[in-house]
């Protein structure tokens, strides 16, 4: 059975960049069936898509977060990726990874989810 | 495209009928995602297309509605399904949930 597991710092100071990993076990991130996203919730309140990728490393990122994302695919390690460059304390939130459905579509699959914390 | 849910608390008995509203700014056709969230716990896909039931989803949940407005139904309300409900549109960039709504027991 799939499973989606992020890791990373738990804290990261303001104007920094933080950076995050999504391990995926028990399939292949290579499948041509899937794309791979990121989405975010900070504390009580509602879910924010951050950004969404393929394993060709195609793209697709929320405007609202600007130029500040980044994200990456590294298929040999069965794992994607997460950067958000100059972060402010509004970037204090739960992140997840997910697998998308058909297409780059709805979220079917998900993480636990990782808090991580903007503060000097 | 802004998703707009309401109510934002919905209080209801054990056994009851839940229905929830997701309103889309516009059109999303039918690319309309239902999650349910319990506390402290990841989202966990309810309904995706409007209707279809994703795996494992019990028949109690089911989705109706197209275009701007959608429905989701909970017909007998058990204890693990007092939750937080988001809708997320699919049609348009970029992706865009609800604000939610918090079924609580009454």
């Known amino acids: 059975q799939l499973q989606l597991q992020e890791s990373g710092p738990g804290l990261v100071k303001p104007s920094e960049t933080l950076s995050l990993t999504c391990s995926v076990s028990g399939g292949s991130i290579s499948s041509a069936s899937y794309y791979w996203g990121w989405i975010r919730q900070p504390p009580g309140k509602a879910l924010e898509w951050i950004g969404t990728?393929?394993?060709?490393?195609?793209?697709y990122y929320n405007p609202s977060l600007n130029s500040r994302v980044t994200l990456s695919i590294d298929t040999s390690r069965n794992q994607f990726s997460l950067k958000l460059s100059s972060v402010t304390a509004a970037d204090t939130a739960v992140y997840y990874c997910?697998?998308?459905?058909?297409?780059?579509?709805?979220?079917?699959?998900w993480g636990q989810g990782t808090l991580v914390t903007v503060s000097s | 495209t802004v998703m707009t849910q309401s109510p934002a608390t919905l209080s209801v008995s054990p056994g009851e009928r839940a229905t929830l509203t997701c309103r889309a700014s516009q059109s999303v056709t039918s690319n309309l995602a239902w999650y349910q969230q319990r506390p402290g716990q990841a989202p966990r896909l309810l309904i995706f297309g409007v209707s279809l039931r994703a795996t494992g989803i019990p028949a109690r949940f089911s989705g109706s509605g197209s275009g701007t407005e959608f429905t989701l139904t909970i017909s007998s309300l058990q204890s693990e399904d007092f939750a937080i409900y988001y809708c997320q549109q699919y049609n348009s960039w970029p992706r865009t949930f609800g604000q939610g709504t918090k079924v609580e027991i009454k």
């Open positions: 997910a697998r998308l459905g058909g297409g780059h579509s709805y979220f079917q699959l």
């Open positions: 990728i393929y394993h060709s490393g195609a793209t």
